[in-house]
């Protein structure tokens, strides 16, 4: 059974730092990307970041460059998201998903999602 687990979402004071997880099972995980979206309410999901398991390659929402880093430990078959210099307006509920996106924002081309973890940035 294929599973995508996030946890370390909360509640934290602007310019806080979180640091979101993803674990995976039931699919081999260096033949899928993993991202990160991000829902608001009232708001359409959107992308916040991915990483290839398979080469290493991130991509990132230019919202959040310089704030936020992804990366990846194989041998756990999680991926981390590091939230720096948290803002208000990355308030949302956060979502990992695999796939194999022809583009890595794509939402609708990832075959697997998690059931999300609430951020909430406090101003």
């Known amino acids: 059974e294929v599973q995508l687990v996030e946890s370390g979402g909360g509640l934290v004071q602007a310019g806080g730092s979180l640091r979101l997880s993803c674990a995976a099972s039931?699919?081999?995980?260096?033949?899928?990307?993993i991202g990160w979206f991000r829902q608001a309410p009232g708001k359409e999901r959107e992308g916040v970041s991915c990483?290839?398991?398979?080469?290493?390659?991130?991509y990132y929402a230019d919202s959040v460059k310089g704030r936020f880093t992804i990366s990846s430990d194989n041998a756990k078959n999680t991926v981390y998201l590091q939230m720096n210099s948290l803002k208000p307006e990355d308030t949302a509920v956060y979502y990992c998903?695999?796939?194999?996106?022809?583009?890595?924002?794509?939402?609708?081309?990832?075959?697997?999602w998690g059931q999300g973890t609430q951020v909430t940035v406090s101003s």
């Open positions: 039931g699919f081999t995980f260096d033949d899928y990307a």
């Open positions: 998903a695999a796939g194999s996106p022809s583009g890595w924002d794509l939402s609708y081309e990832y075959d697997y």
């Open positions: 990483i290839s398991s398979s080469d290493g390659s991130t």
